[in-house]
Every structure is written in C-alpha cells, then in structure tokens.
C-alpha cells in the first residue's frame, strides 16, 4: 500500500462530538410539531442528513421536512453549533498529521458554514487545505458527492488517500470513491454498522486511530 498523503475526516462523530447540539436542536424541532421524545432516541440520528432523518423516522411529507430543517436551525445557529465537544486527543493528532506535510481535509454532510465556524470555534480550521459539506439548500449532500468534490478540488490521488469516518455513510462514499477507509467505533454508530459497511479498518478510540494514522502516513 502506498503511503496515505491526503487525510478526509468526517466531522460529526470523528473529530467533535455534537451529541447534546444535535439532539437539542432535534428535540427543539419535533416539538414544534408536538412531537416528544427521549434524547437517548435520537443519537442515532447523528450524521444522516436531516431532510432523510424527518421524512424517513417521522414520516414528514418534503414541505413538512423543509419546515422542521427550518425550526433545527433556528436553535442550532444560535445555540446548538457549540453544545460540542472536542474528542481528546484530537487537536493533537491533526497538529501532527499537518507538521508532517499530510493534507487534511473535512468531509461532512453539516452544512459547510456551519462546519467551519465550528471548527473555527475550537482552533481546528488552520489544520485543514479544505472544507467540504452541503449546501444549505439540502444539495451536496451524500458522503460520496463530497468525497469525489474534494478529490478532484485538490487534485489527490485517491490510491494515496483515506477516509475516515464514525457511520456507514463515510464507509459507502468510500469505496465509491475507490479509497482507504477507516471506521472510528467512539463515534454514532449502531452496534455492527462499520462491520458491516466493510471498513477496511475499525478503531476503538483516538489513541489507536492516532497509531494507525501514523502507520500508514
């Protein structure tokens, strides 16, 4: 295997854990509907575009589901965006990654905006040559999209590329992509997601992901 020079993280779940934020801002939203429900139901929600996540577990017709994007904003712009957390660790793998020469980039379904005053927030930015997410219109959407956007945008070979990522989504865009994969388990997934989306490796926590990263960089 070739030495990986090109490093795709996914946000949500990866590099920050956004748990209380999302939730939040979910339950804010569905109860805009009168719609209750318990936070611990909703974790599983985490990296799923939102669009999907109403029409698909609450049966939201496309109006109903822009409508309740809307209401999710409307509390995660003022206040969820930073009910989030650094994984440790973190921080000190991507300042390693970056003083090695390695490319790090950001590939997430959160809008893009969002995503970078996120990791504007927390110092992150400075480490990455790009910023990939959706639109704020609900395009640029799928894992695969944005990883063959950044791809090409950054000219990366995909033989010297990985992604990594906590969901089944990162895997699938992936290997559509031709490229490494690596599942992180500290994220969202459900019990035997990764395994069986085909990651080519899966780590426990930070620590091993950092020692794996460093392997193969």
Excluded: C, W
Excluded at 3 to 30: C, E, V
Excluded at 61 to 87: D, H, P, Q, T
Excluded at 175 to 203: M, Q, T
């Amino acid at each position: 295997m070739k030495k990986i020079r090109n490093f795709l993280f996914d946000l949500d779940g990866t590099l920050t854990d956004p748990g209380l934020g999302i939730t939040n801002s979910l339950i804010y939203a569905l109860s805009k509907f009168g719609i209750e429900t318990e936070r611990s139901s909703l974790y599983r929600f985490i990296g799923p575009p939102l669009r999907e996540t109403f029409m698909k577990h609450f049966g939201f017709s496309m109006e109903k589901s822009e409508e309740a994007v809307k209401f999710y904003r409307e509390y995660f712009e003022k206040k969820g965006m930073f009910e989030n957390l650094i994984y440790p660790g973190i921080p000190e793998l991507l300042s390693s990654l970056y003083s090695r020469g390695k490319r790090l980039m950001v590939a997430t379904s959160k809008p893009e905006l969002y995503a970078m005053q996120i990791l504007e927030h927390f110092r992150l930015a400075e480490y990455f040559v790009l910023i990939t997410g959706s639109r704020m219109d609900g395009t640029m959407i799928s894992k695969s999209e944005l990883i063959s956007f950044i791809l090409d945008k950054t000219d990366s070979d995909p033989s010297e590329s990985v992604m990594i990522g906590d969901r089944i989504y990162d895997v699938e865009g992936a290997v559509s992509n031709g490229i490494f994969s690596v599942g992180v388990k500290y994220g969202f997934a459900e019990e035997g997601e990764l395994e069986g989306a085909g990651s080519v490796l899966i780590v426990e926590d930070v620590a091993e992901l950092s020692s794996l990263l460093y392997s193969i960089g």
